[in-house]
């Protein structure tokens, strides 16, 4: 009798990309809904228009490129960086820009480079960094939260915004939208004012602005989850933002009126969606455990140093592209010790 | 006789269904015999036996068919009495589906023993270099699978390098219950076989590693070793994780040593065998009896009958299968070995030998058809379960760049080839085949390179040859020139020139004749 | 200006002469780049890259002569690594065709050889034992598979054999995209 003959081993186990990348869009959910809880449906709008944008994009590039649509695109990373980025987006961001964002980080900062697999830098960050430094003004342009402002646009507001770019008859852009925590907190810090003084304002909640702080957590929830699955590691975003906290802490001791206290970073902007869902993007991340570890501290750190004496507000993204570049010499620097090596025989 | 608990651990590893149950509940089956024993010649590692028998010699149950034509080689026995019909190519279980020289014996039904070497009374008495003599004669080796000559690895070199005998009873793959069964019915011959091995290499202890989802045969070697008296042995049940039976992890598990990188465990002072080796040794000592049949598992839901049996060498497996009640339906695969190391068997038609511990007839349930393989997502799970501690991720990179230099910079022949990695990356990548794609193309390299060092040494020293020829005949040729430059003078020049003279007239002479003669026959 | 001219030159003359002390005092003898070049062919002695054997090849390498993708025995695992060795590009290499034959020996079939010697001198490895009047035979371990021995022989009995693949020289396969298709295969 003849049989078929394949290579050992012969049984795998349940993992698989679209599995994977299922997780992330399952974890993800918790903090979409606060997100669109807290800010409207302009989130959801985003996110629509992006993975729309991302699926089609990736889809042409591979036709281009002549490598299978179908069984490529059932592994959902196209509408995982959509996802990210989308979430990453203010809510009331003109459509085109939703889509060139997207567009340039599966075209350009994906596909170009072989794929899945192979880009150096992560996808979702690639393309807000992209729109942040290309559209200043809309890209910082936030509505306040829904605790704050008391009620949110109706999803035929947000669409008509985000389809016309003008806000709606008899408002203006003054009036609906608002700066984030961070924005405020770097404008007013650079006025000279005190952190004391600053937190007086009744926008700040225990941490982090009103309705922001919150945020944060359903994310963490999510990111939880993941680690629970083993779809993430823990080093990663454990490094990160104890990195963080480390450095904010040191900071906040030697003077706490000119630097916020460390839970503040913690709980504003990206950082706990950076710590659990960007910088564990495990094509552009380091891969070695060790490396991981350091990757993330070092992120964490670069988000503080950023944040506090950088340009922009908010600094995940740009931490996390330099620590893309940097991760293919952190893990030759971190390769593990080889069964049977002495310690010195590696790298 | 204390029990120890484990002192080492080692990096990764998995949980697995162990997929005993299917085959450990009964006996140890005896079989009937086939009507052909194919013997391959190349059951071990190392140089291929020779044989010692001619067509159409009758030969006798434990006579030597072929013998040892190396240091590293092993020699084979006859497992039943009767006549060698053929010394020829035949499939031979291998990945390759290739053919390699067997003998083959028709049994005559007789089973007839031949002369057996008589058993050592007291193997105490012997000396080392005779007991390894006997265990070579006997054509002993590896049984857990590798096939390495057991004269040859219990060979330490006359002194006590080793201090730690360590005997491999995990049995870590799944489905695989050959040496369970085996502690079970014959633990006390393994304990002899162990107190011999100890004895010839001169360790001061031994430690034996069971895995402990083998209560049943834990109990049984407990109650061996206590029945023996030997209180130098101990039992060490290590947790369920596999690969605890690799060699390496199995060290490290027990002593907390780690084998180095290129080197043996005899460089720790450390020697390991498998269970099923030390009854062979026993068997060959105590009862002077050769290695000619060992216990094989046969499982799988493509087998109806599942269980383990006691198989003579050269059976083929299309009878063993048979004996096992058959195929259940058509099997999606026939493995040689277990789920995660084991090879896929092209036909049935090959085989029973010296390394086959296991056959896995799996459905299509138990061995999906493997998914296509996507890209690396670089997630690094396969580096969370590696037990040598390696970096599949970067060696799959360089494999598949078919860079031979930097894969072997991330230490490619360190890996066991355990499969732990493929089964747990979530791109479906098949990397243990890229990592023996690698070694084999490493090999193939380093082989054409060598024969291309001599190659060109040849072609050097032919360029030489033909040179100093050329010299020697340039100097002949102006030893002669020189020698008729010295010669005195013109007489042998003027006779010279008068033979020449007289030689041309008489050619001239005979062209006229024959000119005429011409004319005249023309002419008619 | 003076002064500028005046350095430069100055410059000039000391590095030269660093140079020229440099060129005499650490001379190599014989040619290394040869040598290394030399050492990454196969050695069959073929002449198909119509230079007469390896070394001559690997010289012509070395002075720019001759391109690195010429050695179809060699194929394109010995292109790639020239190409590394000396910083070149690789090239694809001039006859696609011989570069994909599998490895042969000769083999002389021995009713019908005469005994002519012409194809020993042909052999550049020695790899054919005999003399005149005497039978001729190709050692297989030695013969590299360059040919060269076919064309003189006068009774055309030389033939080419591929080697076979034993269980001890296989190879696993490269692992193609859908598995079952390359086990198979």
Redesign the interface.
């Known amino acids: 009798m003849q049989f078929?003959?394949?290579?050992s081993p012969h049984v795998i186990g349940p993992q698989s990309v679209t599995r994977v990348m299922g997780l992330v869009l399952l974890a993800l959910l918790p903090g979409t809904i606060a997100m669109v809880w807290y800010f409207g449906w302009g989130v959801l709008v985003n996110i629509v228009i992006a993975s729309l944008t991302a699926v089609t994009a990736e889809a042409a590039v591979l036709r281009l490129r002549r490598r299978p649509v179908q069984k490529t695109l059932v592994d959902l990373s196209a509408v995982v960086t959509a996802s990210l980025l989308a979430l990453a987006l203010p809510p009331l961001l003109p459509w085109w820009q939703t889509v060139l964002g997207t567009a340039f980080a599966i075209v350009i900062a994906k596909q170009l480079f072989g794929g899945i697999g192979f880009n150096p830098f992560n996808p979702a960050m690639a393309g807000y960094v992209l729109l942040l430094v290309s559209f200043p003004v809309t890209m910082t342009r936030w509505l306040p939260p829904e605790v704050i402002s008391g009620d949110t646009l109706t999803l035929a507001e947000s669409l008509h915004i985000i389809f016309s770019g003008t806000p709606p008859l008899g408002q203006d852009w003054d009036a609906i939208s608002s700066a984030t925590p961070l924005d405020q907190m770097r404008t007013e810090l650079s006025q000279n004012r005190m952190i004391s003084e600053i937190r007086q304002n009744p926008l700040w909640g225990d941490f982090g602005g009103r309705g922001w702080e919150w945020i944060g957590n359903w994310f963490l929830l999510g990111g939880l989850f993941l680690i629970w699955q083993r779809v993430i590691g823990w080093r990663s975003p454990v490094s990160m933002l104890g990195a963080m906290l480390l450095v904010a802490g040191l900071f906040w001791a030697m003077d706490p009126e000119t630097h916020p206290f460390p839970a503040f970073h913690l709980f504003s902007g990206g950082a706990i969606l950076g710590a659990f869902f960007i910088a564990t993007d495990p094509v552009s991340a380091s891969t070695t455990l060790r490396g991981q570890l350091v990757y993330g501290a070092l992120i964490g750190v670069l988000v503080f140093v950023i944040r506090t004496w950088g340009g922009y507000p908010d600094a995940v993204a740009f931490a996390v592209l330099l620590l893309n570049m940097a991760a293919p010499t952190i893990d030759y620097y971190t390769q593990p010790r080889v069964f049977g090596q002495r310690r010195n025989d590696n790298a | 006789m204390a029990e120890q608990r484990t002192i080492g651990t080692f990096h990764g590893g998995l949980h697995l269904d162990d997929h005993k149950a299917e085959s450990c509940q009964k006996p140890i089956r005896e079989l009937p015999l086939p009507d052909r024993l194919m013997l391959p010649l190349?059951q071990h590692i190392g140089r291929n036996a020779e044989p010692v028998v001619r067509l159409n010699e009758m030969v006798r149950k434990g006579q030597m068919v072929a013998r040892a034509s190396d240091y590293v080689s092993a020699s084979i026995h006859a497992p039943t009495s009767g006549r060698v019909i053929e010394i020829g190519d035949l499939p031979?279980p291998?990945?390759?589906g290739?053919s390699?020289t067997c003998i083959v014996i028709e049994p005559d039904g007789e089973d007839s023993w031949a002369d057996l070497p008589l058993p050592v009374s007291d193997f105490r008495a012997e000396t080392p270099a005779d007991l390894r003599e006997r265990i070579r004669s006997a054509g002993i080796v590896g049984l857990g699978g590798a096939a390495f000559p057991t004269a040859v690895k219990v060979n330490t070199g006359g002194e006590s390098l080793i201090e730690i005998l360590i005997i491999n009873a995990a049995e870590c793959e799944p489905y695989i219950t050959c040496d369970d069964v085996l502690m079970r019915e014959r633990a006390h011959d393994i304990v002899d076989g162990i107190t011999i091995v100890r004895h010839i290499i001169g360790a001061r202890e031994c430690l034996i590693g069971i895995e402990d989802n083998k209560p049943e045969a834990a109990d049984a070697m407990r109650k061996a070793i206590e029945e023996r008296g030997d209180d130098k042995t101990t039992l060490v049940v290590v947790p369920t994780l596999y690969p605890s039976g690799g060699e390496k992890q199995l060290i490290k598990l027990l002593t907390g040593r780690e084998v180095p990188s290129h080197g043996l465990p005899a460089d720790i002072g450390v020697l390991c065998q498998n269970v099923a080796t030390t009854a062979a040794v026993a068997d060959a000592i105590l009862r002077g009896i050769p290695l000619i049949e060992r216990v094989v598992t046969v499982t799988g839901q493509g087998v109806r009958e599942p269980g383990n049996f006691r198989v003579v060498f050269g059976t083929p497996i299309k009878f063993l299968i048979a004996q096992a009640g058959g195929y259940s339906e058509h099997p999606h695969e026939l493995l040689l070995g277990g789920p995660m190391m084991g090879f896929?068997l092209q036909s049935d038609e090959v085989p029973v030998t010296k390394a086959t511990n296991c056959l896995l007839a799996v459905s299509e349930q138990e061995a999906p058809?493997?998914e296509?393989?996507r890209p690396c997502i670089r997630c690094g799970e396969c580096a969370k379960v590696c037990p040598a501690n390696l970096l599949p991720q970067q060696m799959f990179w360089y494999a598949r760049a078919h860079d031979f230099d930097k894969i072997q910079e991330y230490h490619l022949f360190d890996c066991i080839e355990c499969g732990c990695c493929a089964y747990v990356c979530p791109s479906h990548i098949?990397l243990v085949?890229?990592y023996?794609?690698a070694?084999?193309?490493i090999w193939?390299?380093e082989?054409?390179r060598r024969?291309?060092?001599?190659?060109?040494r040849?072609?050097d020293?032919?360029q030489a040859r033909l040179q100093r020829l050329e010299h020697e005949r340039k100097a002949r040729l102006r030893k002669k020139k020189e020698a008729l430059d010295k010669k005195p003078g013109g007489n042998a020049d003027a006779s010279k020139k008068a033979a020449i003279q007289a030689a041309m007239k008489r050619v001239a002479a005979k062209k006229a004749a024959q000119q005429a003669e011409t004319q005249t026959s023309g002419g008619e | 200006m003076i002064a500028a001219v005046a350095t430069i030159a100055g410059l000039a003359t000391v590095f030269g002469l660093i140079l020229g002390y440099s060129a005499i005092r650490f001379r190599v003898e014989g040619d290394p780049i040869a040598d290394q070049i030399?050492a990454l062919?196969?050695?069959?002695?073929c002449g198909q890259c119509s230079f007469a054997?390896?070394r001559p090849y690997a010289e012509a390498i070395a002075s720019g002569e001759a391109e690195i993708n010429r050695c179809p025995p060699g194929g394109e695992?010995t292109m790639i690594a020239l190409a590394e060795l000396l910083g070149r590009d690789p090239v694809p290499l001039d006859d696609e065709a011989a570069a994909e034959k599998p490895k042969s020996v000769a083999y002389i079939v021995e009713a019908e050889c005469i005994g002519c010697t012409l194809c020993i001198q042909a052999c550049?490895?020695?790899?054919i034992m005999g003399a005149a009047k005497q039978m001729h035979t190709v050692i297989i371990d030695?013969c590299?598979g360059c040919e060269l021995c076919v064309p003189p022989c006068p009774v055309e009995c030389i033939h080419m054999h591929p080697l076979e693949?034993?269980?001890?020289?296989?190879?696993?396969?490269?692992?193609t995209?859908?598995?079952?298709e390359a086990?198979?295969g």
């Open positions: 078929v003959t394949n290579c | 190349h031979i291998h990945p390759s290739l390699d896929a058809k493997p296509p393989e098949p085949h890229y023996r794609y070694k084999t193309e193939t390299l082989r054409e024969k291309s060092d001599i190659a060109r040849r072609h020293a032919r | 030399d062919l196969p050695q069959t002695q054997g390896c695992t550049p490895v020695d790899a030695e590299t693949a034993t269980p001890q020289t296989w190879k696993w396969p490269f692992p995209r859908t598995r079952t086990a198979n």
